[in-house]
């Protein structure tokens, strides 16, 4: 897998999950767009990119609002020519009882978690579809699509419909040369490994608990140019625990 000159625009890329695919692509010679909120930590992991040979570019973006995702994109055109791969990574969360969750905290987490994923991929397929071998594109969602803990209602809602969007896209965007799939975590540890119990670990079918190397290897396998022909897809990266059947004692 050869990510070498692609251009390679990650939302939601200054912490945690999107940091760690930034890193990952950058060491597979990828250039980075670095899209976020948060410009202190954005331009400090472009400068750690650049540092290292790598080629990264920050592009401070608020994925609620429209006119700053056309601008993500228009830039990282002018800038590089080309738009290869997308990756829809940006999302908040609010765990709060149904009862007090007011309409504009569920608008909050329904347009940063679902509604920037059809604005960046509308605005990044104009650009991939000039390319000679089209593009790719993936959403993270989220096992919460899949299944529920309490008070996770606008979350769950915005993490299924990424995966009912990841597939209409799939079949809109199909005859561009563009795949889009979706990636769903489980745990995926993003603090100090280390401090983790041995019962997190060992409460996985795999034994362990996930790392953002984890869903860098699922991208690269979902984004590399050698694969046209998966797409539509949910590929779950969760160590097994959604296929684990639980009962209480």
Known sequence: MDFRKKVVVITGASNGIGKGLSSAYAEKGAIIVIADMDEEAGRRIASDINSHNGNALFIQTDVRKEKEIIHLMKTTKEVYGQIDILINNAGISKWKSLYELSANEWDDILHTNLRSVFLCSREAAKFMKENKNGGAIVNLASTRALMSEPNSEAYAASKGGIISLTHALAVSLGRDKITVNAISPGWIETGNYSDLRKIDHEQHPSMRVGKPEDLAR????????????????????????????????
Request: aromatic content about 12%.
């Open 218 to 249: 699922a991208c690269f396998y979902l984004t590399s140019e050698e694969n046209d022909f998966v797409t539509g897809v949910n590929l779950v990266v969760d160590g097994g625990m959604t296929r684990k059947m639980i009962y209480e004692e």
